[in-house]
Every structure is written in structure tokens, then in C-alpha cells.
């Protein structure tokens, strides 16, 4: 049987890229887990370096503008590890109307990111 996703309520502290970013997470009864690095399911940003350098960036200030600093929802993918040892995460944010937008969804809209098989 697959385990349920597990959702978490978490503060992103920094976005290093398009599709990475690091959350201090609520695990309840008081318990969280500081600096936790996210790496955003589903999708692939450009990177800030290299031949991607300028569109990496334009996609890392995107996404730094919608949720540093934010309270955001965090609903991680079977509690797996990338391949690069980073926790795999749909992340969620509220937005001015209060309604809830999945920010990997957001990026590809924007055209900031690409769907991604992994």
C-alpha cells in the first residue's frame, strides 16, 4: 500500500533557484525542522549559472517574490529523497483572495519552469 503524502505547514527562508528553495517546517506538537532543503516536484527551472544563467535567475526572482518570507504548504511525495538528497515537495501558498495556488503548477504557467519526469 502507498503511503499517503504527508502536508506540512513551513516558512521558506530562502529560494536558491526555480525549483529549489529551503523551509523551516512545522512537524506539530511543537517540533520543526529548521533549513530544510525542497526540491519542487514535478517540475525543472533553468539553472542561475552556465549558458541558463539570465533565465535562471529571472525564474529564481519569480519565485522569490511569491514566497520568501512566506507561510507556505508543503506537501511532500511519499517523503522521498531526490536524487540529489533533497526532499520532493508540492508547494502551496495563499494568495490575495485567500485561495490556495500550487506554486510548481505556477511556474510552469508563468513559463519559468518545464514539467519534469524524474
Do not use: C
Request: aromatic share 10%; net charge positive.
Amino acid at each position: 500500500m502507498d503511503k499517503e503524502p504527508y502536508v506540512y505547514n513551513a516558512n521558506v527562508v530562502s529560494v536558491y533557484d526555480g525549483d529549489t528553495i529551503t523551509v523551516d517546517i512545522d512537524l506539530g506538537l511543537s517540533t520543526f525542522v529548521k533549513g530544510e532543503k525542497i526540491r519542487l516536484h514535478r517540475i525543472n527551472a533553468p539553472e542561475v549559472r552556465g549558458k541558463e544563467k539570465e533565465m535562471g535567475k529571472k525564474s529564481r526572482d519569480f519565485l522569490r517574490g511569491i514566497i520568501l518570507g512566506r507561510d507556505v504548504l508543503i506537501q511532500t511525495i511519499k517523503d522521498k529523497k531526490g536524487k540529489y538528497g533533497r526532499y520532493l515537495g508540492e508547494i502551496w501558498y495563499k494568495n490575495d483572495d485567500g485561495k490556495y495556488v500550487n506554486v510548481n503548477d505556477l511556474m510552469v504557467k508563468k513559463k519559468f519552469a518545464i514539467l519534469k519526469s524524474y
